[in-house]
Nanobody
């Protein structure tokens, strides 16, 4: 079984910065693509940023120029550095990963974390 656990959410003032982490644990053989998504109340979940196993990154329009996704494959951890935060960034942020398990190397399975709340408010 694989688990993704996010941390680092909280309350921050507009214009501030916040860093999120997502640690993967369990019987992991390899982690391929990872990503951060967010969901605000009454809205659909949207892509914030994603990173391939090779380090290629892609950002949603709302994150371009302000957020940075990075990963530490040895630690099985993905990060999201958020800068110049705005009230509209308020949402639950979810980690997502494509994982091959040690005992099931023929399949890639997709996992979600439980989410962490980010609130941008003065």
């Amino acid at each position: 079984q694989v688990q993704l656990v996010e941390s680092g959410g909280g309350l921050v003032q507009p214009g501030g910065s916040l860093g999120l982490s997502c640690a993967a644990s369990g019987s992991i053989f390899v982690i391929y693509g990872v990503g951060w998504y967010r969901q605000a109340p009454g809205k659909q979940r949207e892509l914030v940023a994603q990173s391939s196993n090779g380090g290629t990154t892609m950002y949603g329009d709302s994150a371009k120029g302000r957020f940075i996704i990075s990963r530490d494959n040895a630690k099985k951890t993905v990060y999201l550095q958020m800068n110049s935060l705005k009230p509209e960034d308020t949402a639950v942020y979810y980690c997502n990963a494509d994982v091959v398990g040690i005992t099931d190397r023929d399949n890639v399975k997709n996992y979600w974390g439980q989410g962490t709340q980010v609130t941008v408010s003065s």
